[in-house]
């Protein structure tokens, strides 16, 4: 499956791999203090976000903005 380039945020960190996910980097949200991990599931290759709108409906504005489907559909990515 061929995928897009996702550039990160600016000002976003890149965290290291974990067990079940990879390309994991932390965000800032835009009207709060508050910060979101946006990872991709190594098993399902899905992407996912820590907020409340992905944890509650699984889609959210941060994986929106990245141009990332929500609700568990596979999606490859590179991220730069």
Known sequence: MAGIV???PRGSVKLPDNSAYEN???????TSDAI???A??????W??????????H??????????????HQPYEALLK
């Open 6 to 8: 996702i550039h990160r």
């Open 24 to 30: 994991r980097f932390e965000i800032k949200s835009e």
């Open 36 to 38: 979101y991990i946006i």
């Open 40 to 45: 991709q599931s190594k098993s399902g290759r």
């Open 47 to 56: 992407w996912s976000c820590s907020c409340f709108g992905w944890i509650r």
């Open 58 to 71: 699984k889609k959210c504005k941060h994986l929106d903005a990245l141009g990332l489907p929500g609700k």
